[in-house]
């Protein structure tokens, strides 16, 4: 049983870049056989013996005619590249254009949770991570439904994403160093910050984290919460006992049965977890978070620079739409002849930003008409609006306070 | 060995496009993480291959737990499948098929979380006899401190005890031993009290029972579902051994004077077990391999914390599935080994 990726890889890098491996492979056949069957490659020397055979004037002529062939050469180079000018970014990404090939972009998200992602009454997904793969399919593929979401346990995570079996990852992980480096994969943007907090039932009386010394907490394995977790009771010299499960729904049934004292995630998590307890009201946060900020978003393979870009992008579109104040209900309105140069960006109007990522130009128009901009759709999944009712904080954009921020259009 | 060697090369091809190597150094990187349950010491900052020797370990205990209890509780209902007695017949019969055909994993699940977690939360614990407690965490026992420089007078004391019943039916002088053997057993109680310094009840304490020591229901659920899962394909074999032996010795037990009882324990279950060996080991590698499922009910066996945990903070697949595969290996290949001695040892000698 070997890991399903390592055998078959995905869209390779060589295919995609015009086959020069494929073509090359029978050249090489014929010098092995050639160097095989004893038969020496006299080519470099023959071309040495002409040379040698040459007047001096069959040799300036030879000179004159390269000298020719290098300007001629040159300047149709130059005409080329000026009549192609507008492609000199052409976008070259496997992950891009095989799900282009595929018309579907493959998509791991997590197997259920309020907040990030969960099928509703009627079967469909919904949640803040699922409306990123749709908005990264409406991007490239012109449509929201083109997407084939695969629900990811957090054990396997990883794998899949680097076996290639998805083309992202948008799984609230959070992002850290060793995921950056050790394990190869690239952060692109954060949809969500939050920090570890601990849910315990309002009975217990505890106000503050250390007085948890003793207790047990019901956690997601294969996760850095249980490295939180470690972390902090080795600085504080408390025991803080943690009871691995393989889903978060596992987790919560244990919590509530009593099993734990309590369940523990990023405070996004928590939020969906209390919400889906017999009594929510019987439930309380712990105020004081562990583990820093934890940043949650998309995370892509390496060696595609281009689809991660993309990624990014779709993500600060959504802000960008935010900050000009273009919403789903009056997206249409604005995408009509605009004056605003922003916003005449925005829509494709003016610009090739489309194009620059690899796909046309109405990207961004359509992903805030489809699924709205990020204020937007945090009220709808954990905001106040249709959500969790939880306080959008720390991601309110950075004008209001917040950590979202976003680079300019220029 | 073409198809091994092109998978091979492949993996290696594939993990250097991924920038990814293959070695074993992580092995002694910091965990940085909590095992709940453990045979041995354990501490955060151990490093990842104590915590594999951990999850090893409780690997073991489960397997070896379930394959005692599943060859008792099989040999019990295989027998019972052939009673007399309808009734007897019919609920060995009952509980065979039921077990046998449905999933393994579900009943595993159906033991954690629709019986043991109906059990009282800590504060209404049940206080059974003997100062243990029982409730949702699990089943509290006490613990005997043993005074120090006297662990030797222990052991003597629990050997002496496991030693009675051989010392019963053993002859000194022509003279049965008989009861004068319980004199053995009640020396060892009193060296062993002796050797006790005090015990240490189970309280409530905080957020927890302090003190004693627990059995966790992690631990109760996995092996409920593997014995009983297991045992219900004990029980066949054993009705098949017991079956496969030939009338005559019966008939023939039965001639001589002996009652059915006797006929079982002499005459059929000794020829009856060498048949059942062989079927017997591929049944006992099936529970050995079934313990990777309490992964499901967060028992830390092998697979949750070796695959589960140390594969994703490392980030190192290949490596830890092949840990995972060679230990598991080996743990079924010895497993085999000890049956085929086993085997040999009591086949019949034919000449």
Known sequence: MLLPGISSPPAPRVNHAGGAGLYAAPGIALRWLTMLSGKPDDRPLRRQRDWLQMTHSEADNMLRSCVRAVLVGGICAGLLGWAGAPARAEVNSPTLDAIKKRGELICGIDTGIPGYAFQDSSGEWQGLDVSYCRAIADAVLGSPKKVKFIPLTAKVRFTVLKSGEIDVLIRDSEHSFKRNTDMGLEEPAVNFFTGQTFMVRKSLGVKHLKELDGATMCVETGTTLETNIADYNRSNNIKIKTLLFEKPEEAFAAAESGRCDGYTDDGGSVAAARSTMKTPADWMFIPETIGGLQPLGPLTRQGDEAWTRLVKWVHYSMLEAEVLGITKANAAEKAKNPTDPDVRRFFGVEGDFGKLLGVDNGWAGRIVMDIGNYGELYEATFGSNGGLGLPRGMNNLFSNGGLQTLPTWH | ?351
């Not at chain 2, 977690?117 to 005997?144: C, D, E, M, V, W």
């Not at chain 2, 109760?220 to 079956?243: H, P």
């Open chain 2, 1 to 351: 060995m073409a198809a091994a060697w092109y998978l091979a090369a492949n993996a290696a091809g594939n993990l250097a496009a991924r920038h990814m190597g293959l070695g074993f150094g992580f092995l002694g990187d910091t965990a940085n993480f909590d095992i709940p349950f453990k045979l041995i010491a354990w501490d955060d900052s151990n490093s990842y291959a104590r915590a594999l020797l951990v999850c090893t370990l409780n690997t073991l205990l489960v397997s070896l737990m379930s394959i005692i209890a599943a060859t008792l509780l099989g040999l019990l209902v295989g027998i019972m499948r052939l009673s007399a007695n309808w009734l007897v017949r019919n609920i060995a019969l009952v509980f065979i098929e039921l077990v046998r055909n449905t999933p393994q994993l579900v009943q595993i699940i159906f033991w954690y979380v629709a019986v043991l977690q109906t059990l009282p939360p800590i504060r209404q614990s049940i206080a059974l006899p003997g100062g243990l407690l029982l409730n949702i965490r699990g089943l509290y026992l006490p613990i005997l401190h043993i005074r120090d420089g006297s662990t030797a007078l222990t052991w003597l004391a629990v050997a002496l005890l496991l030693a009675t019943p051989l010392l019963w039916p053993a002859r000194v002088a022509g003279r049965r031993i008989g009861a004068w053997a319980l004199l053995s057993a009640a020396g060892a109680a009193v060296a062993f009290a002796a050797t006790v310094e005090d015990v240490e009840m189970p309280a409530l304490r905080g957020f927890n029972i302090g003190g004693g020591t627990q059995i966790p229901p992690e631990l109760v659920a996995l092996w409920a579902g593997l014995t009983i899962y297991g045992s219900a394909f004990i029980a066949e074999i054993v009705r098949a051994a017991i079956m496969a032996v030939p009338n005559g010795q019966r008939e023939a037990a039965l001639g001589l004077g002996l009652h059915p009882g006797q006929v079982l324990t002499h005459v059929v279950l000794p020829q009856a077990v060498r048949i059942m060996i062989p079927p017997m080991t591929s049944q006992y590698l099936n529970i050995i391999k079934g313990s990777s499922l309490g992964a499901a009910v967060a028992y830390p066996e092998l697979f949750q914390i070796f695959a589960g945990t140390v594969l994703n903070q490392s980030g190192r697949e290949l490596e830890t599935i092949l840990i995972l595969m060679a230990i598991f290996l080996t743990i079924s290949l010895l497993t085999s080994a000890f049956m085929n001695w086993y085997n040999r040892r009591v086949a019949l000698v034919e000449r």
